[in-house]
Every structure is written in C-alpha cells, then in structure tokens.
C-alpha cells in the first residue's frame, strides 16, 4: 500500500448525530498523544456517520467507531446503517484475505459496539430498565483475563458507563462458532433480577468493542461534574451518594484514569504491531 509521509491511516466514525460531548474530542487526544510517545506520523479523518451518511474507505489502518446518542434499534433500514455495516462486512471480508501486514483494526464504542453486536448478531439488544451514567466496576470473565487490551487493568477495573441501551443474553454457541468470545461483563447485582449486560466482545484478532467509554478521561470529566448547573442535574437524577463516589472514582489513578491511559493505546499497539514489519513503516 502507498502510504506516503505516514505511517498509519486512522478514521475517527463519529456517530453522535450532531449533539455535544466529549468522547471525539477524547478519542482524538489519545490518538494524537500515542502519536507523540511513539514518535509515529498519522493521517487522521473524522467520518461523520450519522449526519451525513460518511462512512471511510478500506485505505485506513485502524477505525475507532465512538459512541453516541439514541436507540440503535431507531437506525434499522436507515442510509447510516445500510453504509456502516457494509463498512463492517468489507472489513471482515478484507481482513479474511489479507496478510497480517495488511489487516484492518477496528475499535467499536458504546454507540457503535450495540450496532456490531447488532450486526454480528451477538446477544439480544434492548432498553434497560432505567439508563445507566457514572462510574461502574467492570468484570472480566474467563476469557477476558488472557485479553491483551486489558493486561494493564485489575479485576473488576472501572470505566465510565453512559447508556439507555444493552446488549443481554450473549448467545455463546454462535459466538463460539464465529470465533468471538464476550470480554467483559457488568457488576453483579444479587438484589436486582436482571441479567448482566455485555461489556466488551473480541470480535475477531482485529476487530473489538466495549459498551463503556475507554477514552473518557477522568480529570476532564471531573471538571465537567464540578459545574454548578451539572452537580445539581446529577444529585436530582442519581443522589449525592453517587455524586461522590463518581467524584472519588474520577479522582483515583487507579480507576478511570488507568482505563483512559491504558486501553486504547495497548489496541493501537496491536495494530501498530501488525504494520511495523512494512517497510515504510517507522516504528
């Protein structure tokens, strides 16, 4: 592949149809400061999927999909849909046939995580009983103790959680079948009869995805929540307890901030990894 002055393509699919927030914003500064530790030249473009239908070509290294508002099950039939998934089923079928130099990684966020699952028909997405926001431990399961993504983090290890929407009942002889495993699951909630939701799925050697938000970055949400008009929105919404113990987890460098500084850096790194035996690549 021609890929002059860089060595990496990164397409930024930005699905949150136009509202404010900080996810690209984040997502972007962990890409930009990967760039700069690891001294890499990156090409970078922000694909505005559900505004405009924008959707990358296959010429990008890695694709890092955010989350976003609303019911994925609104966008069944729709142009942004039809186009994201043909996204993701050129992907597999390139990376089907492509020399491990060659392959395509792909990052999938909260938004974009339930529509994979959607799409690759993981478990039974649905609304959850009441929408989660905060910070909440998640839990590895067996499989997800060997995931390199999560080498850095304990278990549970603790990530932000913002979600009207789930992904239940993984169906793990198909995902088996298919050569994907389920990552991560939710806390444990003995008092609370519902099954625990899906967190994160490796979806192949390429492609993964979490439901929660690996580049929230603590101390800029911190400061968001110190806001006058939006401590008193929470304390309404979720009571003072958790208002704090949000605080407190947003305030420890071992909870959100290890998250933040640890996941999407160590899936850059396996796609980092796969491009440095090319040789126009500066590793």
């Not at 393509?9 to 699905?15: E, K, P, Q, T």
């Not at 296959?58 to 955010?66: A, I, N, Q, T």
């Not at 605080?247 to 500084?261: E, F, G, N, V, Y």
């Amino acid at each position: 592949m021609d890929r002059p002055g860089y060595d990496m393509r990164v397409a930024l699919l930005d699905f949150n149809n136009g509202y404010p927030n900080q996810g690209m914003d984040n997502i972007h500064a962990v890409v930009q400061r990967y760039a700069v530790e690891k001294d890499l030249r990156l090409d970078i473009h922000v694909f505005d999927v559900r505004q405009r239908h924008e959707v990358p070509d296959l010429s990008y290294d890695v694709y890092l999909s955010s989350g976003g508002p609303g019911s994925p099950l609104d966008e069944s039939e729709t142009v942004a849909e039809a186009r994201y998934f043909k996204l993701i089923a050129d992907l597999v079928a390139h990376n089907n046939v492509a020399l491990p130099t060659e392959r395509k990684f792909v990052f999938f966020i909260c938004h974009a995580f339930q529509l994979a699952c959607k799409y690759f028909g993981v478990g039974t997405l649905c609304r959850r009983k009441s929408a989660a926001f905060g910070t909440f431990p998640i839990h590895k399961t067996l499989v997800g103790k060997s995931e390199d993504i999560f080498s850095a983090l304990p278990d549970p290890f603790y990530a932000i959680d913002s979600r009207e929407w789930q992904v239940v009942a993984a169906d793990v002889a198909h995902l088996r079948a298919l050569g994907m495993a389920v990552l991560a699951i939710e806390k444990e909630r003995p008092h609370v009869p519902l099954e625990r939701a899906v967190m994160a799925v490796r979806f192949s050697p390429e492609m993964i995805g979490t439901q929660f938000h690996p580049e929230a970055d603590a101390e800029r949400m911190r400061t968001h929540l110190l806001a006058a008009e939006r401590k008193q929105q929470l304390v309404e919404q979720h009571g003072v307890a958790k208002y704090n113990d949000m605080l407190q987890c947003l305030s420890d460098p071992m909870k959100i901030a290890l998250t933040h500084r640890t996941m999407l850096p160590a899936f850059l790194d396996g796609a980092r990894w796969a491009y440095s035996e090319r040789r126009d690549v500066v590793v």
